[in-house]
């Protein structure tokens, strides 16, 4: 049987693709369709109320990753049957998600390729969120695939990507550093600033960067002239 590591993967994607606002939360209505389905393909009888019962003492907003866990753990993770059919399950959540990530007019390979590289791409990732591979496995792998089909491997042109790679996280490094101030948030308990290290979903482009710079910088300078 799997390990639950390499079935949350999936769930992440179906999750995080429901997080329409970006802010780390699922409104509990599109989470009692996610359990649903999830109960569903993996088999397990589903109890209706349970996610509105366990979640009783909360209020009426919306359910972030931290608080959805416990729940799927107990009543869903807990209870898996080894029958299920994994593909059900990344196929459903694929349907979830690539809308959220992909566009089929730039693809340049089918859908149901682009499916599979999706499959692939999960089983080689590390088991931290987001997900992501090593570069280094991700050449092992593209390198053997190659050469099962009987291509020729092009050096340049990965080393080319490579580089692309390394320029992203170059940028994406450069633009927290240049909205830190954007970057500090209270955390519950904690009586000063931390830095968010956990980046998840918020990928901003520069523009929508540069406008909530813009909003935090005329909220700083109005409480100053409030002192």
């Known amino acids: 049987m799997l390990s639950r590591d390499e079935i949350l993967k999936p769930i992440w994607y179906a999750f995080t693709a429901l ?13 009692k369709v996610l359990s649903h389905n999830l109960c569903t393909i993996l088999k397990i009888p589903h109890n209706t109320s349970a996610l509105e019962e366990h ?33 059900e399950l990344n ?13 089929s007019k730039h693809l340049l ?29 991700l050449e092992y792998f593209l390198r053997r695939l190659f050469a ?31 909205h830190e101030g954007l970057l500090q948030i209270i955390q519950p308990g904690n ?8 980046w998840g979903q918020a990928a901003f482009t520069e523009t929508e960067l540069n406008e909530m710079e813009r909003i935090w910088q005329e909220n700083k300078t109005r409480s100053y002239d409030g002192q």
């Open 148 to 178: 099962a089909m009987g291509c020729s491997w092009n050096e340049d042109r990965f080393e080319g990507y490579k580089m692309q790679l390394a320029n992203k996280t170059k940028n994406w490094k450069h633009k927290v550093s240049k």
């Open 91 to 103: 196929k459903m959540c694929w349907t979830l998600s690539a809308p959220k990530h992909i566009s």
């Open 191 to 198: 009586k000063s600033p931390t830095k968010m290290t956990n």
């Open 109 to 137: 390979i089918s859908e149901a390729d682009t499916f599979k590289v999706w499959c692939i791409f999960n089983f080689l990732s590390e088991d931290k969120y987001p997900l992501h591979i090593v570069t280094e496995e």
């Open 19 to 31: 997080d329409v606002d970006r802010n780390g939360k699922v409104s509990k209505s599109q989470l």
């Open 55 to 87: 979640f009783k003492d909360d209020d009426e907003g919306p359910v972030s990753t931290q608080g959805y866990m416990p729940y799927l753990n107990m009543f869903i993770l807990d209870k898996i049957q080894a029958n299920f059919d994994f593909n």
